[in-house]
T-cell receptor, first 112, second 107 residues
Framework: DADVTQTPRNRITKTGKRIMLECSQT?????MYWYRQDPGLGLRLIYY???????NKGEISDGYSVSRQAQAKFSLSLESAIPNQTALYFC???????????FGAGTRLSVL | GQNIDQPTEMTATEGAIVQINCTYQ??????LFWYQQHAGEAPTFLSY????GLEEKGRFSSFLSRSKGYSYLLLKELQMKDSASYLC????????FGKGTRLSVIA
């Protein structure tokens, strides 16, 4: 089983809809991250959390919100989806040591 | 700023050696990661350098010079399966990723 699991793997939605992407991990890490990846732009950080009570904005948080329901779960919501949020979304985790990040398999989101 | 620069694309021949460079501003990072990402898949960890010098792991090696703000990933005996993007990331909390270098290995 994957250590970092993202659901769904693919999602097609319409403009204006609210959607949630979920991430769960079995690595026991405190730190969790959400990124989006677009061709030519690399990985861009949306939000990150260092523990259940901690939420921090990344470089592109507008239009997104997150919830850290438990150490193992970190959800990303698009309150009102728009077409330029079409992208590949990755969740990642890390511990407090070396800081190496472990990524989920990704969610491919299309907003029509 | 904490910009990380990498070439956008590279092409190399199967069986050859290729070096992918990464440069960054010298302050702010206390280590340098390299990740491999195949198209449409998750990035996976390749190497980590915290001290100056070369770290070797099989066909892959990574080098760091902290004073020069410079790192490279060296891939030897290239195989077709090495065609992927290679991401350089500065160690800070959270990590700072470069935009990646897309490597194409041709026969």
């Amino acid at each position: 089983d994957a250590d970092v699991t993202q659901t769904p793997r693919n999602r097609i939605t319409k403009t204006g809809k609210r959607i949630m992407l979920e991430c769960s991990q079995t690595k026991g890490h405190d730190r969790m991250y959400w990124y989006r990846q677009d061709p030519g732009l690399g990985l861009r950080l949306i939000y990150y959390s260092f523990d259940v009570k901690d939420i921090n904005k990344g470089e592109i948080s507008d239009g997104y919100s997150v919830s850290r329901q438990a150490q193992a779960k970190f959800s990303l919501s698009l309150e009102s989806a728009i077409p330029n949020q079409t992208a590949l979304y990755f969740c990642a985790t890390s511990d407090q040591g070396q800081g190496e990040q472990y990524f989920g398999a990704g969610t491919r989101l299309s907003v029509l | 700023g904490q910009n990380i620069d990498q070439p956008t694309e590279m092409t190399a021949t199967e069986g050859a050696i290729v070096q992918i460079n990464c440069t960054y501003q010298t302050s702010g990072f206390n280590g340098l990661f390299w990740y491999q990402q195949h198209a449409g898949e998750a990035p996976t960890f390749l190497s980590y350098n915290v001290l100056d010098g070369l770290e070797e792991k099989g066909r892959f090696s990574s080098f760091l010079s902290r004073s020069k703000g410079y790192s490279y990933l060296l891939l030897k005996e290239l195989q077709m399966k090495d065609s992927a993007s290679y991401l350089c990331a500065g160690r800070r909390t959270p990590l700072v990723f470069g935009k990646g270098t897309r490597l194409s290995v041709i026969a």
